[in-house]
């Protein structure tokens, strides 16, 4: 072959792997009705809201391609996810280990064991769903350029952990009783960080409209009262969608991803107002996706996945007195106890990390206390990251070595799940995957 024709091809070739191509697409998986709600005493719905959707991003370079799913969930159990991500690689060729299903831990959905007849079928018909969203993304893969913002926010959240100066230990802020003097004389402040980050990876089609959103922010979803109001909804990263929507059109998909966020609320925390709470974050992220930078130059675009065995929590490890000192009667335990008793001892958990250009992507499964996450960024050779919990399966709460020693609710065997040595497993596997990722460059 002539040298000329040579260099010919083989810029064509690398024209072609440069090339960012994005699709998105959106689907309402609102339950019927009647279903079950998470959440204290498993309400029984009465009405919708706003509704739930399941919303995909799929990004291709080249062969590499990546789908992201914004799911408005609670969590999502690992035999539903693996069912989703089977039938989504059958019907677009996709590799499972470069589909990641991320719930936005929204208080205000379904229950998602399968309790109740309308639950049941619900989660019968829901992996398909998922597929089907993501098929339909796929089928729009047209080339974009990607812009990424981030605001930061401090209004609005709180680390949801004092210090009782009685014991030492932790008492969480959503207690009624925090407030009661003779209880709690004194709390010695929040017992670690916020993760102010709100972060948007834009994509805009080449004539500038603006395709989607892909959102990470760090915040329990728990603004609405799903025990006065049992009604389906999407909590704040609904408002978030409504004002990216506002902001750029009714098409444009907002795509949301929970960060670490296992000690991290909305600090009105549960309030009729919820809408209004929720502003500032819809608000940051359309701020955020205005003030983007245009990344230049290629756009690599890359997934890897890998299950981890860990150790399951010791469902008889809880210390007597535990759950009675934060209010609880210890009887209300018992079932999450059981189930865990039920769990293998050594569990398969999945971990993932992803690429798109200098945007690193970290995954965890369970509730990922904020200082998690930010060790992940910390420790990231990627120049941005961000953490997304809850993907792909679910495994309860992961404090800190320092939040298990100082207890409080998510330190209860059930609630809780792994062992404090597999959840820093998890946590470093997922750093490992960032650097190799890294260094395929």
Known sequence: MKPFLTFLLLG???TARAELQVGFAETDITPPVGAIMTGPALP???????PLYAKAIVVRNGEDTLTIVGLDLVKITRHVADRAIAEATKCTGIPTSAILLCPSHNHSSPFLPTSGPNNKDYLATLPGIIADTIAKAHNQLQPARMYLGRSLVYEGISNRRVLSKIDGLA???WLGDLDDLTKHPQVLGTEGPVDPELWVARFDALDGKVLGTLVNFTCHPNLRDRKLVKSWSADFPGVIAEHIKDAHGDDTVCVFTQGCSGNINAASGQTDNWRAKAVPFGEAAVDAARRAIPIEGP???ACIRRDIEVDR???D???DGAIARLGWRPEAFIGSQRSLADMPEIRSVPVSAARIGPLGIGTNAGELFVEYGIDIKKRSPFLHTIVCELTNDAIGYEPTA??????????LAGVNQVTQKGIETLVDTAVEMLEELSERD
């Open 317 to 319: 490890a809880q210390r």
């Open 171 to 173: 008492m969480n802020t």
């Open 44 to 50: 029984i719905t009465i009405a919708m809201e706003d």
């Open 299 to 301: 756009i690599p675009v």
């Open 313 to 315: 929590s010791d469902p």
């Open 402 to 411: 320092r939040g298990f020693a100082h207890e409080g609710y998510e330190t």
């Open 12 to 14: 064509i070739a690398a």
